[in-house]
């Protein structure tokens, strides 16, 4: 399969005043990949087709994910590296510019005749979801810090109260000409561990690839449709807590502190490693967390999204 690298040497843009664009100017940008073919015999019309290559019409979208939707691709150019049989460098213009971009009323979006659906641009869609998670953390008005929740005596809330943990979302909806289920057992419910649209690494996750095919005038191809959930983390910490502790290298059940010592009924604060947590640390809020990531990463790289 090609892999194709955005590469910063030939990046550029600008801005032209007077133009009919937002703000009263024309917008410009160029941006330039590094494409790996499979084969030496694969020429411009392949290494163009290549998936993550922007097409015409795509709207220009930055390395750390910003997004011009009046900028669309107007223009590419794909010339072979001097010295390498299946090395190329493509260049892709955008503008703002309507005599660039031709009129998207028309048919053909401004290529003169019939629009390659594979040339269409991507959909892009911003939107979030509701959730609730449970409240481990917190401000302590009682003592005007950020404590672990739980009530006076150090012991945790049950049921756990539950706060709100609205996560954005981005749906990418484009037109491919080959579609592998693959590609949902790779990804989905992987968390980043690359850039993505502006996120860091492990603020990304994967939540859904769904593909159906279309046939337009005798030509079938896919409609692919990738779903993202996004959070400052995907780690959670649970509250370092239980019935049990370890002694030297006996597990024993914890006992009460009153003078009949007896097992503990319910969970009590543990310090992190292993051994109930002293009640001076209990009292100051002074509590171990454990965190957690339940989602392996992947490069979304890979997916080579515009």
Known sequence: ?????????????????????NEGTQRRYTRRFRV?????????????????????TDPYVSSKGATDLGARCHDRNAEQVEGHRR?????????TDPADIGDPDKEGGGDGGEQDPLAQPAEIVWDGNEA??????GYD?????????????????DPPYEIDDYRPTLTITRNQANYSQGLALAYVNK?????????????????????????EKGRTFWSVTYVFELRETWEVQY??????????NDRRHIKTDDPERLPVSAPVPLNGAGGKLPRADVLDGNFAYRTYLFYTSASFSGLNLP
Do not use: H
Request: hydrophobic residues 40%; contains cysteine; glycine residues 14%.
């Open 1 to 21: 399969m090609p892999t194709v690298t955005e590469i910063w040497a030939g990046r550029g843009g600008g801005d032209t005043a007077g133009g009919s664009g």
């Open 36 to 56: 790996l073919m499979d084969s030496a015999l694969d020429d411009s019309y392949e290494v163009l087709r290549v998936e993550g290559i922007p097409r015409i």
């Open 87 to 95: 090395m190329w460098e493509v260049t892709a213009e955008y503008s």
């Open 132 to 137: 609730t998670r449970p409240a481990e953390v």
């Open 141 to 157: 008005a009682n003592f005007g810090t950020v404590r672990g929740v739980v009530n006076s005596a150090g012991d945790p809330f």
């Open 191 to 215: 968390v980043n561990n690359d850039g993505f649209f502006g996120f860091a690494p492990g603020q990304a996750k994967c939540k859904k690839i769904s593909a159906k095919s279309v046939t």
């Open 239 to 248: 509250l370092d807590q239980g019935i049990y502790e370890w002694v030297g």
